[in-house]
C-alpha cells in the first residue's frame, strides 16, 4: 500500500439526534465525501464511553471522530453534550500520552441542520489523517513481541 | 379561529406567553403567562362603545393594517373583528397606563363595567397530554435590504400592507391608492425580496409568486393600471396555480424576468424601478406611482426562545426543524410535541391547512389511544453490580434515577417511563453496573470489533 492510495479507517461516533441526523442528511443530500469514515451510532454523544474511542484505535482505527449536539441548548437530553465536553478534553490527552497523534482524534459539534459541515468534516478530517499515514500501533507491538 | 372560539371543548387563552414546559407526553406541565388585558373577558360585550370614547384619538400604528391606518389605546383586535371579540387596552399606548394620565373616558362609556385598570399578571398551570406549536412567522423587514427603498416613500409597500390595502375591511375599504389618494396608473411588483437572496434568506419563501400574481390581478381589475412583475422564476406550484398565472399574463400584466435592482425616488415622488431584463439582455427602468415588494416569510424572531421552550430545534434557514423531512413532516423529536403551519417552513394556505390537520389528528390520536409507547431503549441498574456510590443520579437530565436502600447500602434504579434512554449514566457508572439496552457496551463494542472484520475502507479511486 503506497501513501498515495492509503485509505485510512475512522471510525464516527455520532448522537442520534444532531450529528447522526447530518450525516444522514448529507447521504440523502448526495453530498461528496470519501467512503473512509464508518459510523457507530449511539442515542447521545453523553453515551459515549472513553473507552469506545480507545477500544476503536486498539482495534486498528487510523481516526476517531466524536460528533454531538452543540451546546449549549441543542442537546435532546438536555446536556448530554456538556457531559462529553467534560470526558473528551481529557482523553484527548490521555491519548497522546500512548503516542496516538491530536489530529487522529477529533470531537466536536455538528447539529442535524449542518449536513454540509459534516461532509466537509469527512473530507478535510480524512486528508487530514491520510497524511499522517496508518497508526501501526498493532503491527509494532507485534514486532516488539517477536 | 370563530369556530375553535365557540367549541364548547376548546378554552381559547389570547393574550398569553407560555413560559415554561416540563414533563412528557400525555403529562406535560405548562406554565402560562396570562398578561392583563385590563378588560374583563366575561363582562366586556365587544361593543367598541370604549374605542370610541378613547380620548387617544391620534392613537399608534395599527399592526394589523401593517402600519397604514392607526389605532387607539383601548381597541378590538384586528379591527373589530378578533377572536375573541373583545376589547384590550395596550400598556404602551393608554395614557393612564403609560403616562400615568387620563380622564377614563372609556371607564365612564363601558355599560358593564368591564374595565379593570388594576388587572395584574397572572400565571397559570396547565397540564396538557400533547401540544401543537403553531407560532406562524414574521414577514421580511424590507428596510434589510436598503435597494428596494422601503420606508422611503409612501408608496412603496410591503406584501401585507398591499394586501390590508385590498382588503374591504382595511384601511381604504379595499381602494388601491397611492398616498397621494389617486388611483396609480403604474404599479411594479417585485418578487423575491427576502428571498433566494444570499443577503437576507437563501431559501425560497414559495408563497409571493403566487400572492404577487394576485396582487397585480387586483390592481388590474380595480383600478386598470399597468402592472410590471419583476422576477427570477415563477413558482406556480400548486394545483392551478400554472392556469393562474396565465391566466394573469392574458390580463396583460408585463412580466420582466430579472430580479429588481434598484428603486429609487425622482423629485416630485415619483418611483423607479431599476432592473435588468434577462430576456432582452437590457437594462430596464421604469417609472411608476406605487411599488409592491414580494417580501419573504422568515422565522419569528423569538422563534429560539420558544425552541427551547418546548425542547425543539430549528433548521438552519430558523424554523423548527421536523423530526423526518420525508416522512415526519409534523412531528419533533419531543414525543407528543408537533408543528403546524409557517413556523416549519413558510407555506402557503393549502399546504397550512394540510399540515396542522395531521398535527391535530396525531395529537388526538395519542390522546384517544390512552398510552403512549415509549421507546426500549432504556437503561436497566444490574443491583449486584451496583456499588450505590449515587454518580449516574447526578447525571440523569430527567431524575429518572432513584437511590433505594436495601439493608445497609443502597441501589440506584431507574424509572422506566421517565428515562429516554441517553446513556449519559451507562458512561459514567465505574462498576459498569448501567446496561443501555439495544446500546450495550458489549453491543458497542462488537460494533467496533465489527467494522475491522468487514472488508470496508477497501483502496477505492481518487475521487476529491
Known sequence: ?146 | MMDAGRHPNIKLMTYCDVQEMSGYVGRFKVKVLQRPRYVDIDLCTGCGACVEACVFKRGVPNEFDAGLSRRRGVYIPMNGQGVPMKAVIDEDACLLLDKGKCVKKCMEVCPTNAINFDQKPETVELEVGTIVVATGFNVFDAARLSAFGYGKSPNILDGIQFERMSSATGPTQGQILTAEGKKPERVAIIHCVGSRDKNANAYCSRVCCMYAMKHAHLVRDKTGAEVFEFYMDIRAFGKGYEEFYERVQEEGVYFVRGRGAEVTVQDGGQLQVKAEDTTLGIPVQINVDMVVLATAMEAQPDAGKVASTFGLSRSADGFFQEAHPKLRPFHTNTEGVFLAGTCQSPKDVPDTVAHASAAAAEALTLLSRGEVIISPTTALVDDQLCSGCMTCIALCPYTAISFTIKGVSGTALVNEALCKGCGTCVAACPAGAITARHFSDKQIWAEIEGLFRAPSAEPVKETL
Open chain 1, 1 to 146: 500500500m503506497t501513501e498515495q492510495t492509503f485509505q485510512p479507517h475512522i471510525i464516527g461516533f455520532l448522537c442520534n439526534w444532531c450529528t447522526y441526523t447530518a450525516a444522514d442528511t448529507a447521504g440523502v443530500g448526495r453530498m461528496e465525501q470519501p467512503p473512509n469514515v464508518d459510523v457507530v451510532r449511539v442515542m447521545c454523544s453523553g453515551r459515549i464511553d472513553p473507552a469506545f474511542v480507545l477500544k476503536a484505535f486498539a482495534e486498528g482505527a487510523d481516526g476517531v471522530i466524536v460528533s454531538g449536539c452543540h451546546p449549549p441548548g441543542d442537546c435532546h437530553y438536555n446536556n448530554g453534550n456538556f457531559k462529553t465536553f467534560r470526558r473528551m478534553p481529557l482523553l484527548e490527552m490521555l491519548l497522546q500520552q500512548y503516542g496516538i497523534e491530536k489530529e487522529r482524534f477529533h470531537w466536536g459539534w455538528i447539529s442535524g441542520a449542518e449536513a454540509p459541515k459534516w461532509a466537509q468534516l469527512v473530507r478535510d478530517f480524512t486528508t487530514q489523517v491520510r497524511d499522517l499515514g496508518p497508526l501501526d500501533w498493532k503491527q509494532e507491538l507485534a514486532s516488539k513481541e517477536e
